[in-house]
């Protein structure tokens, strides 16, 4: 299902970059790995290790990235020749990998390295960009390209731009802007295109003006059970939230189960499930406590919160089922 919705995310916590102007002194030689640490470069990556558990091929292609632009900001430094790397990209992968934060990351580290002028991502789908009438495409894409300049523009569910099968698609008219801006301006935008793996190769096949123009194509895997129920933790714990003892097995067992049937979404689904249980356990204490409420009560998702899921019951339903 398509999702919508203009969202615009700006890092707080980015500082503004050392911008490399010609003329001026050259250094003798420039200590890259003192670059590293000064730039804040090594916290963006810090933290991308620390939110996100898993994804190392992804954590590795980003490291490889930065390591290429810290090298070329320190050849441009140098007097050295140098050209500003075409820094376009395609994240492909199921929903619940971790694409939209792993663009902010990204926007932060560009921004930090100085290649481009804000720390900002602008998130958005094809009913951002495409309208519904003549006439009506070009100033939506232009105004959402405007807010982006300088940052990162995120295209989730990239391949819904344009519709093959609808002749009377606008979808061709923002994807004609998008090449141009993105062939023309690579120095103030980098734009970052996401969707099913599946589903983003048709749609470089089908335009290959996009593939031409992107230089990184990052497949985000699945997470496996252990890394969700890790991610389950980490998300109850920012809440103050915890499992009891025996919850733990029971959300280990929920995992197995959902993975398997459809409409998966990785940390997605698990965020919702979790969402769930606090109803549950909400609803448990009012139901079941008289008195007092202490904070670990307050804080503890029981095994009663998650067995009673209906991903339980349709698991044992088509255990039933099955013939012997």
């Given at each position: 299902m398509q999702r919508t919705g203009l969202r615009v995310n700006v890092m707080a916590d980015a500082i503004a970059p050392e911008r490399v102007e010609d003329g001026g002194d050259i250094p003798a030689a420039i200590d890259l790995r003192a670059e590293y640490v000064e730039s804040g470069v090594k916290d963006v990556l810090d933290e991308l290790d620390r939110e996100l558990i898993g994804l190392k091929p992804?954590?590795?292609?980003?490291?490889?990235?930065?390591?290429?632009?810290l090298v070329e900001r320190a050849r441009r430094r140098l007097g050295l020749a140098h050209e500003t790397p075409t820094l376009h990209m395609s994240f492909s992968g199921n929903p619940g990998t971790g694409k939209t934060t792993v663009a902010l990351r990204m926007a932060n580290l560009l921004h930090r390295l100085g290649y481009i002028r804000k720390g900002h991502l602008v998130s958005v789908t094809r009913d951002d960009l495409v309208g519904q009438?003549?006439?009506?495409?070009?100033?939506?894409?232009?105004?959402?390209?405007?807010?982006?300049?300088?940052?990162?523009?995120?295209?989730?569910?990239?391949?819904?731009?344009?519709?093959?099968?609808?002749?009377?698609?606008?979808?061709?008219?923002?994807?004609?802007?998008l090449l141009q801006v993105m062939e023309n301006q690579r120095d103030d935008l980098v734009v970052i295109l996401a969707g099913y793996a599946d589903r983003m190769d048709?749609?470089?096949e089908s335009n290959p003006g996009f593939r031409s123009r992107i230089a990184h194509h990052i497949d985000f895997p699945d997470y496996s059970d252990d890394e969700l129920l890790q991610i389950a933790e980490t998300m109850l714990s920012k809440q103050n939230y915890h499992f009891d003892g025996k919850a733990r097995a029971v959300m280990a067992d929920?995992?197995?189960?959902?993975?398997?049937?459809?409409?998966?979404?990785?940390?997605?689904?698990?965020?919702?499930?979790?969402?769930?249980?606090?109803l549950r356990q909400a609803n448990r204490l009012f139901e079941t406590v008289s008195?007092?409420?202490?904070?670990?009560?307050?804080?503890?998702?029981?095994?009663?919160?998650?067995?009673?899921?209906?991903?339980?019951?349709i698991a044992d339903k088509a255990r039933e089922e099955k013939p012997s």
């Open positions: 992804v954590k590795q292609r980003i490291r490889e990235t930065a390591a290429l632009l009438y003549i006439g009506h495409t070009a100033p939506k894409t232009k105004e959402i390209l405007k807010k982006a300049m300088g940052g990162v523009l995120f295209i989730d569910e990239a391949y819904y731009l344009h519709r093959q099968e609808n002749e009377r698609d606008y979808g061709q008219e923002a994807i004609e802007i048709r749609f470089f929920y995992i197995a189960l959902r993975r398997k049937q459809p409409h998966f979404a990785n940390a997605r689904s698990i965020r919702n499930a979790l969402d769930r249980a606090r008195g007092p409420v202490d904070a670990e009560a307050l804080s503890t998702i029981g095994v009663e919160d998650l067995s009673v899921s209906r991903v339980f019951a």
